[in-house]
């Protein structure tokens, strides 16, 4: 199985911060990763696919990039709607494997 | 707009079963894989099972091989998940979600997630 590293496993940072969270594969994904913000309470929505493509509605202060075993998801200017846990998923192979996750709070 | 709701979640005793459905709308349902994805409370998240666009091809964790089992109406427009021998351990939050993939074997990501429904495995 691959496995998915997230860092941090949490931040604390504030409004119009520049935020990266960093996701590392245990193998080649190519561009097959996905980011996915998670609210308490709520269900998991979906940010951006194959590595760099945001989903359609996602704010363009959202951005990802890398390929292989190397990503990177970026907030350019945090907003108080963004404090959230964020997860990286690879697809490449089954089973699809999530990071520990990323916890961005308020500082 | 596209939604998926889950329902048939409960509270059961371990060695139990369960269904879980997930009834679809706002797309075309028999074009795409679908997944279920559960969340322990308070921790992350695992996959659980996948199916194809067609029913033909599915694909489960190691955790839940040969207990669970994934399947489809396309008629209904509905997903399913089978559990059985249900464990505490199997005690999570239990999404369905789409797959942007269309009418292919693999995935390309999720684009849609239901609200979710609570298994609750406790004697």
């Known amino acids: 199985d691959t496995q998915m590293t997230q860092s941090p496993s949490s931040l604390s940072a504030s409004v119009g911060d520049r935020v990266t969270i960093t996701c590392r594969a245990s193998q080649n994904i190519n561009s097959w990763l996905a980011w996915y913000q998670q609210k308490a309470e709520k269900a998991p929505k979906s940010l951006i696919y194959t590595a760099s493509n945001l989903h359609s509605g996602v704010p363009s202060r959202f951005s990802g990039s890398g390929s292989g075993t190397e990503f990177t998801l970026t907030i350019s200017s945090l907003q108080p709607e963004d404090f959230a846990t964020y997860y990286c998923q690879q697809y490449n192979t089954f089973p699809v494997t999530f990071g520990g996750g990323t916890k961005v709070e308020m500082k | 707009q596209v939604q998926l709701v889950e329902s048939g979640g409960g509270v059961v005793q371990p060695g139990w079963s369960l269904r879980l459905s997930c009834a679809a709308s706002g797309f075309t349902f028999s074009s795409h894989g679908m997944h279920w994805v559960r969340q322990t409370p308070g921790k992350g998240l695992e996959w659980v099972a996948v199916i194809s666009y067609d029913g033909s091809t599915k694909q489960y964790a190691d955790s839940v091989k040969g207990r669970f089992t994934i399947s489809r109406d396309n008629s209904k427009n509905t997903l399913y998940l089978q559990m059985n021998s249900l464990r505490p351990e199997d005690t999570a939050v239990y999404y369905c979600?789409?797959?942007?993939?269309?009418?292919?074997?693999?995935?390309?990501?999720?684009?849609?997630w239901g609200q979710g429904t609570l298994v609750s495995v406790s004697s």
């Open positions: 979600a789409k797959d942007l993939l269309v009418a292919n074997w693999g995935s390309r990501g999720f684009d849609y």
